[in-house]
């Protein structure tokens, strides 16, 4: 498809433009010297793009690959030697530093992220909240940060006191 091409410069090949104007991607991740995006464009939620090695304009029609089912991704981060993305009810690593050593599988988390704005990396472990608690991701496997917060979650009252309206 045609990218879009921004005063000043000018037009190279077709797989050096830029993402189409049509294209509505977010969380912008730097994996490998190349920016990975997450498409937020609707029927395509579950898309990961990436540009050129150093060169964050281009972007390859190639550099494409859908993450799992239709659920959208809401967030990517890397950590370690990994880009992790979070789904909904999934995670997902994609490893390897070459597009022809790109691997992508999904982690055996038993947690995905509905909320893509609480994802945090920490030195060891990511941490993330969803619509049922607080919770870690070593690289493998996701686990509850505490149980302490599963009535409020939940919404349940403790000792009378209601949780705060949404």
């Not at 921004?6 to 077709?14: F, P, Q, R, T």
């Not at 919770?135 to 599963?150: C, E, H, P």
Request: charged share 20%; proline share 5%; aromatic share 12%.
């Amino acid at each position: 498809t045609d990218g879009l091409i921004l005063a000043g410069e000018v037009e190279g090949d077709k797989a050096n433009t830029r993402i189409g104007a049509s294209a509505a991607v977010r969380y912008p991740a730097i994996y490998y010297d190349r920016i990975f995006w997450a498409d937020q464009t609707a029927g395509q939620q579950n898309r990961l793009l990436w540009s050129k090695i150093s060169q964050p304009f281009a972007y390859p029609a190639a550099h494409v690959i859908f993450v799992g089912d239709s659920k959208p991704i809401t967030r990517i981060v890397p950590f370690l030697d990994d880009l992790i993305i979070f789904k909904t009810d999934s995670i997902w690593r994609l490893t390897g530093n070459t597009e022809s050593a790109f691997q992508l599988t999904r982690t055996p988390a038993s947690q995905g992220c509905d909320l893509g704005l609480t994802v945090v990396k920490l030195q060891d472990r990511i941490m993330f909240t969803n619509t049922s608690g607080i919770w870690f991701f070593d690289g493998v496997t996701s686990r509850s940060a505490t149980n302490r917060l599963d009535k409020f979650f939940n919404g349940q009252t403790v000792n009378g006191l209601l949780p705060p309206a949404s």
